[in-house]
């Protein structure tokens, strides 16, 4: 054993340096000050011990410092997956989905998530599209065509974005752990970029959500077209698409510079 592999050891064998990495990992990037208060450390009286601890941790490769911000390296994931193991404690890893993916570039995890996001949001709409097909079957008039091409689409766009999702699921060997893009497990791959995905989802999901009562809740007469309820559903789900869409560049963008800043695995 080198010297470089006995200070890795010789760090993680402090609860305290094992507690930071965790909250950092959770995090995915922290600054000074918000670790101290993830930890409820008081800085005037234990700046000085959180200091030796953290410095610990830099100097030996688990957490790296970029622009005021702490986060956990290549090297560092893979020692808190091996805690994991050895401790058979299974918090971070419990899926093994960690030791799957860590040659995936920041790109390729957001590239994941949009053809997961694509398929889910094809699948959805194409379920829900069955009803104003099956309202309007046999009357033949705009609202069954409109319907139909809607659904043809929606099932094509799902079958295609999951084709893609099966394509990367296959080249980083991830399984079934890749649908489980909710579970903290799955975002600990994607940090730092896991808010973003976190805020995408969940615009998304109203967006589609809104988009549909606000075209079923007036076929089945529970509120009328045009009315002040319609517009309030409808305006949300087209607010919500757009903070979507924005929190979406936003992520591109962070993938591009983390890719920058040599994130790359």
């Not at 799957?100 to 957001?110: D, I, N, T």
């Not at 893609?164 to 799955?186: A, D, E, P, Q, R």
């Amino acid at each position: 054993m080198n010297s470089e592999s006995e200070n890795v050891l010789k760090a993680l064998s402090s609860s305290t340096r094992r507690t930071i990495m965790r909250q950092i990992s959770e995090k995915g990037s922290a600054t000074y000050s918000e670790i101290m208060r993830v930890l409820d450390l008081d800085p005037s009286l234990m700046s000085g011990k959180f200091n030796y601890h953290l410095k610990e941790l830099h100097e030996v490769g688990l957490v790296e410092r970029i622009n005021s911000e702490y986060r956990i390296t290549d090297l560092g994931k893979r020692a808190l997956i091996l805690v994991d193991q050895v401790t058979d404690d299974a918090k971070v890893d419990r899926y093994g989905v960690l030791s799957a993916v860590m040659s995936m570039s920041p790109r390729k995890e957001l590239e994941l998530f949009l053809s997961q996001m694509g398929m889910i949001v094809g699948l959805l709409i194409s379920v829900l599209g069955i009803v104003p097909l099956a309202l309007t079957y046999g009357t033949w008039g705009i609202e069954f065509w409109l319907s139909s091409i809607i659904e043809i689409l929606a099932l094509a766009f799902g079958l295609i974005a999951g084709a893609k999702m099966i394509g990367i699921v296959k080249k980083y060997k991830l399984g079934f752990s890749s649908f489980l893009f909710i579970s903290s497990n799955w975002f600990f791959i994607r940090s730092p970029n896991r808010d973003n995905f976190f805020v995408i989802n969940f615009l998304t999901i109203w967006f589609f959500l809104g988009t549909a009562l606000g075209f079923l809740l007036p076929y089945i007469g529970e509120i009328v077209l045009f009315s002040l309820e319609w517009v309030g559903i409808i305006g949300s789900a087209m607010v919500s698409g757009l903070l979507g869409t924005a929190f979406l560049i936003r992520a591109k963008r962070k993938a591009e510079q983390l890719e920058e800043l040599g994130y790359e695995q």
